[in-house]
């Protein structure tokens, strides 16, 4: 199985900050991740998909990047609505694995 | 507007069975891969299976396999995920996603419904 180790665990940071969170895979996934962001009693919600394209309708502050096995996730300037729990997907089988999330707070 | 709501959740003793549904509309269903996704409480997410649109294809997570089946009712709009011999490890909130084809990301989700395994 493919596993992925997602950092930090948990980030504090403040309204207008720009945040990375990064996702590394055990072994290349080429471009197969996806990010998706999720709220307490919610379902998760797309993000961006094929690593770095933005879903329908999600805000271009969000960005991603990476290949192979390292890929980030960044809000350019973080709004209240983004305070919230950050999983990565990488979908390079039929056999998906998460990362173990990012819990954003408020500084 | 697509829209997947799970029923079926229960409470159930270790070693039981149960059965959750994933009733879907705004999409031609029959078109498109799902999946089961769980969460346990206060930890992260795991994918358990996916099946593709025609039912002919379906995929296992190796801590499911042989106790739990995916199926679907394209005639119902459906999904349906068996779950057997189930482990206290099993409690979590089941997700049904779709997604394009059972290979790729899930892009719409449900709101998931609680199975709760307990003596």
């Known amino acids: 199985d493919i596993q992925m180790t997602q950092s930090p665990s948990t980030l504090s940071a403040s309204v207008g900050d720009r945040v990375t969170i990064t996702c590394r895979a055990s072994?290349?996934?080429?471009?197969?991740l996806a990010w998706y962001q999720q709220k307490p009693g919610k379902a998760p919600k797309l993000l961006i998909y094929k690593a770095s394209t933005l879903e329908i309708g999600v805000p271009s502050r969000f960005s991603g990047s990476g290949s192979g096995t390292e890929f980030t996730l960044t809000i350019s300037s973080l709004q209240p609505d983004d305070f919230a729990t950050y999983y990565c997907?990488?979908?390079?089988?039929?056999?998906?694995?998460f990362g173990q999330g990012t819990k954003l707070e408020i500084k | 507007e697509v829209q997947l709501l799970e029923s079926g959740g229960a409470s159930v003793q270790p070693g039981g069975s149960l059965r959750v549904s994933c009733a879907a509309s705004?999409?031609?269903?029959?078109?498109?891969?799902m999946s089961w996704v769980r969460q346990t409480l206060g930890k992260g997410l795991e994918w358990v299976s996916a099946i593709s649109g025609t039912g002919s294809g379906t995929y296992y997570a190796d801590s499911v396999k042989g106790r739990f089946t995916i199926s679907r009712d394209n005639s119902k709009n459906t999904l349906y995920l068996q779950l057997s011999s189930l482990r206290v490890e099993d409690t979590a909130v089941y997700f049904c996603a779709k997604s394009v084809d059972p290979r790729y990301q899930f892009d719409s989700w449900g709101q998931g419904t609680l199975v709760t395994v307990s003596s």
């Open positions: 705004g999409f031609t269903f029959s078109s498109y891969g």
């Open positions: 997907l990488q979908y390079n089988t039929y056999f998906k694995t």
């Open positions: 072994q290349s996934i080429s471009s197969w």
